[in-house]
């Protein structure tokens, strides 16, 4: 950050205030995966697109048959909150 290149603070502190700073992924379960791709009137395959996964992935974690990985959880937790337009 700019208070970091000014010397106003050390990397020791710059890597506490991020921690503070940025959100925790919560743990999706099947049915609130299934309710942020409703909620966005995408299909699977077309929710997978955008995911950059497959469909049968997404099939997967809305059957509560795999959970979507660190990665995954971030970008569905930004779908959830930002929709689609992100991607654009």
């Given at each position: 950050s700019g208070l970091h290149r000014a010397g106003l603070t050390g990397k020791k502190t710059m890597?506490?205030?991020?921690?503070?700073?940025?959100?925790?992924?919560?743990?999706?379960?099947?049915?609130?995966?299934?309710r942020i791709r409703q909620s966005v009137n995408v299909s699977q395959s077309v929710f997978a697109a955008y995911l950059n996964t497959t469909t049968?992935?997404?099939?997967?974690?809305?059957?509560?048959?795999?959970?979507?990985?660190?990665?995954a959880a971030r970008l569905l937790q930004l779908v959830q909150k930002h929709g689609l337009a992100l991607f654009s």
């Amino acid at each position: 950050s700019g208070l970091h290149r000014a010397g106003l603070t050390g990397k020791k502190t710059m890597r506490e205030y991020d921690a503070l700073c940025i959100e925790a992924v919560p743990a999706f379960d099947a049915q609130a995966i299934a309710r942020i791709r409703q909620s966005v009137n995408v299909s699977q395959s077309v929710f997978a697109a955008y995911l950059n996964t497959t469909t049968s992935t997404v099939r997967q974690w809305e059957q509560g048959d795999k959970k979507p990985s660190g990665m995954a959880a971030r970008l569905l937790q930004l779908v959830q909150k930002h929709g689609l337009a992100l991607f654009s």
